[in-house]
């Protein structure tokens, strides 16, 4: 299958900072990518699509200015939390799709984000 | 937007008996619903999808049901193996790839 790649891993910043994650489709041309946001034993929450060139779509009560997402090219994008305080520590993974509608969606590894 | 509810949270079997995890959605427009298997600290995995022309669709020991007048679908794994063991999430999606899960169900499969 298709290779998504989230950068960092983990990362731990200090309340107040910002904090950018990469997304990058491996080896695909990624129409759409998906970010969400997973707490400790709980489900998946989309919070934005973006589509390459175009402004993301954020999803009910998501803060579009605290979670800035930029999706520059086909291959890549990237998610800045601004700003960040303790209760943004989450696990964020995104996913990718290449093409048509409804197609298998390729996950990142996740990050890990601790604010400490 | 969907609201996609999954059923149970918990689920031991033992070895070698069969799993059923259950969803519903809210959505009527929705018409694709993958499942994802999730391993501890890892990324979700598709296992098996489903559109909505279809009323159900077999992989090996894993199956899939849907019931598009009742807004279920649900996941069957026959022969349950230890490596089973993870967290399930079922989708829904009603086009443009936004995919909303479910709560998740971490099956646990005893040997």
């Known amino acids: 299958g298709a290779v998504v790649s989230q950068h960092p891993s983990r990362v731990i910043c200090k309340s107040g900072t910002s904090v950018k994650i990469e997304c990058r489709s491996l080896?695909?041309?990624?129409?759409?990518m998906f970010w969400y946001r997973q707490f400790p034993k709980k489900s998946l929450m989309l919070m934005a699509t973006?589509?390459?060139?175009?402004?993301?779509?954020?999803e009910q009560g998501v803060e579009k200015d605290k979670f800035l997402i930029n999706h520059a090219s086909l291959t890549l994008s990237t998610l800045t939390v601004t700003s960040a305080h303790p209760e943004d520590s989450s696990f964020y993974i995104c996913?990718?799709?290449?093409?048509?509608?409804?197609?298998?969606?390729?996950f990142g590894q996740g990050t890990r984000l601790t604010v400490v | 937007g969907e609201n996609v509810e999954q059923h149970p949270s918990t689920l031991s079997v033992q070895e070698g008996d069969s799993a059923v995890i259950k969803c519903t959605y809210s959505?009527?427009?929705?018409?694709?619903f993958p499942w994802y298997k999730q391993e501890l600290g890892k990324r979700p995995q598709l296992i098996i999808d489903?559109?909505?022309?279809?009323g159900e669709k077999k992989d090996q020991r894993i199956a899939v049901t849907l019931n598009k007048t009742a807004k279920h679908f649900s996941l069957h794994i026959t022969e349950t193996q230890p490596e089973d063991s993870a967290v399930y999430f079922c989708?829904?999606?009603?086009?443009?790839?936004?995919?909303?899960f479910g709560t998740g169900t971490r099956l646990t499969v005893i040997p």
């Open positions: 996913s990718a799709v290449e093409g048509a509608m409804d197609t298998e969606a390729f």
């Open positions: 080896d695909f041309q990624a129409t759409t």
């Open positions: 973006s589509n390459e060139g175009s402004k993301a779509t954020y």
């Open positions: 959505d009527s427009a929705s018409n694709y």
């Open positions: 489903i559109r909505s022309n279809v």
């Open positions: 989708a829904a999606s009603a086009g443009a790839n936004n995919l909303f």
